[in-house]
């Protein structure tokens, strides 16, 4: 019974999506003559933090942390997640903290009250965690929107990342910014050269997300000289790598948000 009810409601998070991707009216252009790309990192176990952020640094980028605060040092048989200490090394060392909501539930179980108070709880967090940098950018956890919570996002928030495995390019919706996913297995992750390629032809704003970076990822992460490999490919082939909060700023939508 469980198994059905998990179909139903990954046909339900599907649908949600491809609703807001297909009628949402709001749209901001995609200006750029230059490749565009930044990596993300969503719950952010600490191997992002000690692997994914150095290798980032080692070709003089920044990436993009969400950060759940619920799950700060939460030790899981696969992984370990990122303590309130890493989370402010992260931003004293010039990457971008955002939101990844508190509680890490798919957005649309909860109420529009429950959930601005949970991204208050986040916000909260990050503050005593010495993020002095208010989080303007959000990413959904589990890829799931809710057509039903846009307006409490576009309050509080210029982007909101899902996923859709696309290259954002012309006009796009900023509340449901699409994004490439660094996975396993390891042949599929090192085969995402070929976005890059793609971009550096045709330039565009390119976001990865991924989660651990460590020898033995779990299936939603990758090993670190895979993440090295795209980094890299991407500085050779003449991109841009930003965190989200610099990609605004260069297409100039700092102003953008209500």
């Not at 599907?14 to 930044?38: C, E, G, K, M």
């Not at 989370?87 to 798919?106: A, M």
């Not at 529009?112 to 956890?141: C, E, H, K, V, Y």
């Not at 550096?200 to 997300?209: D, R, S, T």
């Amino acid at each position: 019974m469980s198994d059905i009810l998990d179909k139903v409601i990954g046909i339900t998070d599907r649908l949600n999506n491809q609703l807001i991707w297909r009628f949402a009216r709001t749209r901001r252009p995609i200006r750029t003559d230059r490749p565009i790309v930044s990596f993300t990192f969503d719950d952010v176990p600490d191997t992002a933090w000690t692997n994914g952020a150095a290798i980032l640094e080692k070709y003089g980028a920044r990436g993009t942390f969400y950060i759940a605060g619920g799950l700060e040092g939460r030790i899981e048989p696969d992984r370990r997640l990122i303590s309130a200490d890493g989370c402010r090394d992260l931003f004293t060392r010039g990457h971008e903290i955002g939101c990844h909501t508190f509680s890490h539930r798919k957005v649309a179980s909860l109420s529009n009250g429950s959930f601005a108070s949970d991204l208050d709880r986040n916000g909260a967090f990050l503050t005593q965690a010495g993020i002095s940098r208010r989080p303007t950018n959000f990413a959904f956890p589990y890829n799931a929107a809710s057509p039903r919570l846009r307006p409490v996002l576009r309050k509080r928030y210029a982007t909101c990342r899902a996923a859709g495995e696309a290259i954002n390019r012309d006009s796009v919706d900023p509340w449901m910014l699409k994004a490439v996913e660094i996975r396993q297995p390891e042949d599929h992750a090192l085969g995402l050269t070929r976005w890059i390629d793609d971009l550096a032809v045709n330039p565009g704003w390119l976001i990865f997300f991924t989660h651990d970076i460590t020898s033995a990822p779990t299936p939603y992460g990758c090993r670190p000289e895979t993440l090295e490999r795209l980094v890299s490919h991407a500085i050779e082939s003449q991109c841009d790598i930003l965190p989200i909060c610099e990609a605004l700023n260069r297409f100039g939508w700092k102003e953008a948000r209500p």
